[in-house]
């Protein structure tokens, strides 16, 4: 029963050997493996056999140690192969490995943008990498070739040194950067490594890895030319990471605008050198920049120097990525220069907007003061008849002495007016600056305010000087009101004095007058440019900027000079010299001679009816035979009517349809000896050149009185013997009245 027992396993164990050494077959793919499953199963068909004719003949299985070898073979078999299976499969693994990682870096060899090349002690290229043909440009293979063929004559001994240290240092690796020639002959520059390795038949092999560097190199030099560039650039331009905001690069421009070292910039951040922008402000300015609303942003601010000082700037600021990094770069231009020249441009068209607007204020002025001085004529003309009819001791006299006075200056202020619209120019008479200093405060007490007192000091010599009573009254207007503006808050004394510089008989004398105040004074900046046309420190008071200017013009003018002595707190004085006149040059003060009486008949025109009727009144007060005509056009139908009727033409320039002038030219065409005068309330420059041309004898400034027409016609008419032209010959169309404006006047 035991021999029994020990057969079938016997058996059972060879079946499961032939099954493990199949699957082992199939596994390795290895026949071994096959045959030793198919002895196996022989075995077990042999013990099988053997027990199953044992059986059929009733006969027991024979109890012999060859049974029990059989089994303790047959299970060692069976352990040893499932011992073996799993080394042979490690192993298996181990192989394949190896296969994969052997192609993979077959790949990597293959598709390296290095060329990996291999050479033997003499320099030959044993074996060469793809890579060789795509960045050399090398069709055919160069192994086989030396290594040195290649190589530029000029790098040839450091390759040579390169590889004998290779060699002499065998496993240590070497680095080299040299020139090899490419397929098209160009030269390229290669950074190469190299090891010394013992090769497959032990031999010594040299394995080099060449990188193509020169793309690299151009790219450097361009970038370090823009670098140098940049850095010199008189721009400021900076590199500071977006989340410390700290300096990583400052370039030479802004360390030489800002005097910091690149040291001192390293530990600073843009708001160190931004005095008016704190961190808050300077990340809130940024924002647009950090949320990607705005792709660039553009401001201006002040950059603040080391020593103290301040400059404007105009900062263009962008966010970018640098080294896998977000950093701001701001490229700084100083606008110095710029903003003064926008300032003074903005100056400039301000001064524009003001000279447009006074030129059109003159313009408008001119008008006024011509209608003022029609309004002024019948005045002065009336008061000087009323004087003519009265006594000159009577009570009343009196009273027309003041209006006539009050005129006078009315028609002074018409005067400068004009002066304001530049229709006059200056007229230079002896003035006494005592008396229009005196005059000039009367006017201006009731404007300087009572906290504010008045002290005079004059010299006990005559003060002339030889001006424009107009405008030198103009002086001491501006003068007083500026001093009297400085002393507004806490009031203080207004103090004029008038003397005589220079001893007499010795060269120039001046009249010297000075306006001192006690007022706020003023500083150097403010002194040195008080003078500038439209500078005003009274802007939020309505300061038109020019007081002192048309002061330093008109003093100029007069050939004088101007000084100022001023501080802070400390009152102001402002000086003004002017050559003083001799005595016997000044203006007689007896009273004047009555007017000239004269005969004849005398056309006088004016457009307005009341001058043109005065104007007859005066003239026949004077003995005249006078014709009033207030329009052009019928005084001269009544001239062509009867032109050696008249014996004088008085018109005035400004009329409707036809002007004076206009007017002298169609009688003097028909009497060139007739004497004509013409008056106006604008400037006789303007007619000068004309009246010359049209023989017209003497120009009259309204407002006029009885005294100057009547000496300024008989002038006219005893200079009429002196004329010696010949007459010109009469136009045919003039022998009648032809002119548009009486045919219009007698259509109507």
Avoid at 49 to 75: D, K, P, R
Avoid at 635 to 647: H, K, M, V
């Amino acid at each position: 029963m035991v021999a029994t027992i020990v057969v079938v396993l016997s058996a059972a164990l060879l079946l499961c050997a032939a099954w493990s050494a199949y699957r082992l077959s199939r596994d390795t793919g290895q026949r071994a493996w096959f045959l030793v499953s198919l002895a196996a199963v022989v075995m077990a068909v042999q013990r099988s056999v053997t027990l199953l004719q044992a059986v059929s003949n009733h006969h027991a299985v024979v109890h012999s140690g060859s049974e029990f070898a059989t089994l303790v073979v047959s299970g060692l078999l069976l352990a040893g192969l499932h011992a073996l299976r799993p080394l042979l499969r490690s192993v298996d693994d181990a192989d394949e490995e190896i296969r994969r990682r052997e192609e993979y870096f077959g790949h990597l060899i293959e598709n390296a943008d290095a060329i990996i090349a291999v050479l033997d002690q003499r320099g030959t290229l044993v074996y060469e990498s793809p890579a060789a043909a795509h960045i050399l440009g090398f069709r055919r293979s160069r192994v086989g070739k030396s290594f040195y063929d290649f190589l530029h004559p000029e790098d040839w001994d450091a390759v040579v040194e390169f590889f004998a240290a290779s060699l002499a240092h065998a496993g240590e690796m070497q680095a080299l950067i040299h020139r090899t020639c490419d397929a098209a002959g160009n030269w390229r520059t290669m950074e190469s490594t190299a090891t010394t390795r013992h090769g497959v038949c032990g031999q010594l092999v040299t394995v080099v890895n060449s990188r193509d560097i020169t793309a690299k190199l151009q790219a450097d030099a361009h970038v370090t030319r823009v670098g140098r560039i940049l850095d010199r650039s008189l721009n400021e331009i900076f590199l500071f990471d977006a989340e410390t905001f700290r300096f990583e690069q400052v370039n030479e421009g802004a360390r030489r605008n800002l005097g910091y070292t690149l040291d001192e910039l390293m530990d600073m951040a843009p708001w160190d050198i931004k005095p008016r922008i704190n961190r808050a402000a300077f990340e809130s300015l940024i924002r647009p920049l950090r949320d990607g609303s705005q792709e660039r942003l553009v401001f201006r601010t002040v950059h603040g120097r080391k020593d103290g000082t301040e400059y404007p700037v105009e900062v263009h600021l962008q966010l970018m990525d640098h080294l896998r990094r977000r950093v701001f770069v701001a490229i700084v231009l100083d606008v110095t220069e710029r903003s003064r020249a926008e300032e003074e441009k903005r100056t400039l068209e301000s001064q524009l907007r003001r000279a447009q607007r006074l030129e059109s204020i003159g313009t408008l002025a001119g008008g006024i003061a011509h209608d003022f001085n029609n309004i002024l004529t019948p005045i002065v003309g009336h008061l000087d008849l009323a004087a003519r009819r009265l006594s000159p001791r009577g009570p009343t006299m009196r009273h027309l002495r003041h209006a006539q006075l009050a005129a006078g200056r009315a028609g002074e202020l018409v005067q400068r007016i004009l002066t304001f619209s530049r229709e006059v120019e200056q007229e230079r008479q002896p003035v006494g600056l005592e008396a229009l200093v005196t005059e000039t405060l009367e006017l201006l007490r009731a404007s300087i305010p009572a906290t504010v007192e008045i002290r005079t000091t004059f010299a006990k010599e005559e003060a002339l000087v030889l001006g424009d009573p107009t405008q030198l009254r103009q002086v001491v207007l501006n003068l007083c009101t500026n001093a009297a503006h400085a002393m507004r808050d806490r009031g203080g004394t207004l103090e004029l004095s008038v003397d005589v510089q220079g001893a007499s008989g010795r060269g120039q004398q001046w009249v010297r007058l000075a306006v001192r105040d006690d007022g706020c004074g003023m500083d150097r900046p403010t002194r040195e440019r008080m003078f500038e046309p439209f500078y005003t420190t009274k802007a939020e008071r309505g300061g038109s900027g020019l007081g002192m200017a048309v002061v330093h013009g008109i003093v100029k003018g007069h050939g004088g000079e101007i000084e100022v002595d001023s501080a802070p707190g400390e009152g102001c004085c402002v000086t003004v010299r002017l050559a003083r006149a001799h005595t016997a040059t000044a203006a007689s003060t007896a009273e004047p001679a009555a007017a000239p009486r004269g005969r004849g008949t005398v056309l006088f025109v004016d457009d307005e009816p009341s001058i043109a009727a005065l104007g007859g009144e005066m003239l026949r007060s004077l003995g005249y035979r006078v014709v009033e005509v207030s329009h052009p056009a019928l005084a001269l139908e009544r001239f062509l009517a009867s032109p050696n009727a008249f014996a004088a033409l008085v018109t005035d320039q400004t009329m409707p349809g036809m002007t004076g002038c206009e007017l002298a030219r169609e009688v003097l065409a028909l009497r060139p000896e007739l004497p004509v005068l013409l008056t106006t309330g604008f400037s006789e420059a303007l007619l000068n050149e004309a009246m010359h041309e049209l023989g017209i004898r003497g120009l009259l400034k309204k407002p006029f009185g009885c005294r100057e027409l009547g000496e300024m016609l008989h002038a006219a008419v005893a200079a009429k013997t002196a004329l010696t032209r010949k007459p010109r010959p009469r136009r045919a169309a003039s022998k009648t009245p032809t002119p548009s404006a009486v045919q219009s006047l007698h259509r109507e």
